[in-house]
């Protein structure tokens, strides 16, 4: 009998030909490039230094763009269209693409011009991602690395791969922006302003987002506003006073859209990326801030224990989940190789 193999590549590839085929294209070499930059993201160094670049395929910078006021475009060369051309274009764009900026690959039948283009950073600005369904005719699809060992690709007509390299990972019931959009939302349910609870708790949802992608792995729990002592089991919490009210900076923004609040505001968001880095959890109210980090939980002597498969952190996150209630609306976990999720009391 022949003997049958099939490598993690043969999976890989097959997975972004029916990706690509959604989107609507058939073309070996772009298949071939596609395959080499999904790989190279998973490690991706240069001079020693870490980096993890997005990149968008598209038909059309010009087009793509156009759904993304305030964008701008610097073309860096040209080459052929194959899989090789995949080392350069990292080579001389990789280290210019650093968030806002992301690389570009337009492609033509034979040909690929390729530069960095960026999109304004603002707390109400369309990101790239937000603007890919904007253009459903062309073809338009964006790699990025989003945690350790797991590189996404995203097409503008609805599709969202997830590869991980790794072993160990379980799979996750829904992608990691529907969990923290769902966690948001509980951040943000004792909001008493509805012309700007909406547009906040997309802003808000987009800012923990980003904070995790760019952590090595976190707890976020949502505790309901002055009700902290009443969770006896989260101890040792390191309390921010005054707390940081995102939802008051936004507000403030939104209304006078001068520079001093937008610093303010962007001010907050830095130290917030600073507490997601810290051991132990951070802890949110329900009315858009954060008021504690370094926070531990540590289970009463007499509740139940049960096996977790997983580290430290996502042993303490199963402890989390079994004390969320009306005080403790919801828990967010992330891993260190990107698995998300997201627990609430009306699961």
């Known amino acids: ?184 939302s509980k951040c943000c349910t004792s909001l008493r302003n509805p012309a700007n609870s909406e547009p906040f708790q997309k802003y808000f949802s987009n800012l923990l987002l980003r904070a995790i992608e760019n952590s090595h792995g976190s707890i976020m729990a949502c505790i309901r506003s002055g009700a902290i002592e009443s969770i006896s089991e989260i101890r040792e919490l390191v309390a921010l006073s005054p707390a940081l009210d995102f939802f008051k900076a936004f507000v403030e923004h939104r209304v006078s859209l001068g520079a001093e609040t937008l610093l303010k505001l962007q001010s907050l968001e830095r130290l917030l990326w600073g507490l997601v880095q810290a051991d132990g959890i951070v802890i949110f109210s329900d009315s858009g801030c954060v008021t504690a980090y370094r926070a531990f939980f540590r289970p009463a002597a007499d509740s139940p224990i049960e096996t977790v498969v997983g580290g430290a952190r996502r042993r303490a996150f199963e402890g989390i989940i079994r004390r969320i209630g009306e005080d403790f609306p919801a828990a967010l976990f992330r891993s260190q190789d990107g698995l998300t999720i997201c627990r609430c009391n009306d699961d």
């Open 1 to 184: 009998m022949s003997r049958s193999t099939v490598t993690f590549r043969d999976q890989t590839s097959g997975r972004l030909t029916d990706l690509m085929n959604d989107e609507g294209l058939s073309c070996s070499e772009t298949q071939g490039l596609l395959s080499y930059l999904v790989g190279a993201l998973v490690t991706y160094r240069e001079e020693g230094t870490e980096l993890n670049p997005t990149i968008l395929i598209c038909d059309s910078i010009h087009e793509v763009l156009e759904g993304i006021p305030g964008s701008s475009s610097y073309e860096i060369g040209n080459t052929e269209l194959n899989r090789n051309s995949g080392s350069r274009i990292l080579k001389e764009c990789g280290i210019l693409a650093i968030e806002p900026w992301f690389i570009y690959i337009e492609r033509t039948a034979s040909s690929l011009k390729f530069g960095v283009a960026a999109y304004p950073v603002g707390p109400q600005s369309i990101t790239l991602l937000e603007a890919l369904p904007l253009r459903s005719n062309g073809v338009t699809i964006a790699v990025r690395r989003s945690a350790q060992s797991t590189v996404e690709v995203l097409g503008s007509k609805g599709s969202d791969l997830a590869l991980v390299f790794s072993t160990s990972r379980e799979t996750q019931s829904e992608t990691a922006k529907q969990a923290v959009d769902r966690f948001s």
